[in-house]
Nanobody
């Protein structure tokens, strides 16, 4: 069994920064890609960013492009999301997801429980 655990969320003022971390534990798996999603109250979960493990290639939602950076950690199956110039509309629960099979960038095999990010105006 694989567990993903997010950390680093919190309360920050608009214009501030936060760095989210995602660490996998349990069964060892080969990561094809990892991603971050978020879900604001009353809204559907939305894609934020994805990183392909072997190439390091990245993909971002337009809403965060230029402000957020996804990266791989040195530890196996660890990912980060550096969030700068935060806006109140970035307030959401942020989820980490891991793609082991590499079938589609819309499909993920493992999900974390989420970490709350709140941006005050």
């Amino acid at each position: 069994q694989v567990q993903l655990v997010e950390s680093g969320g919190g309360l920050v003022q608009a214009g501030g920064s936060l760095r989210l971390s995602c660490a996998a534990s349990g069964r060892t798996f080969s990561t094809y890609a990892m991603a971050w999603f978020r879900q604001a109250p009353g809204k559907e979960r939305e894609f934020v960013a994805r990183i392909w493990w072997r190439s390091g290639g990245t993909l971002y939602a337009d809403s965060v492009k230029g402000r957020f950076t996804i990266s791989r950690g040195n530890a196996k199956n660890t990912a980060y999301l550096q969030m700068n110039s935060l806006k109140p509309e970035d307030t959401a629960v942020y989820y980490c997801a891991a793609d082991e099979r590499g079938v589609s960038r819309y499909e993920y095999d493992y999900w974390g429980q989420g970490t709350q990010v709140t941006v005050s105006s």
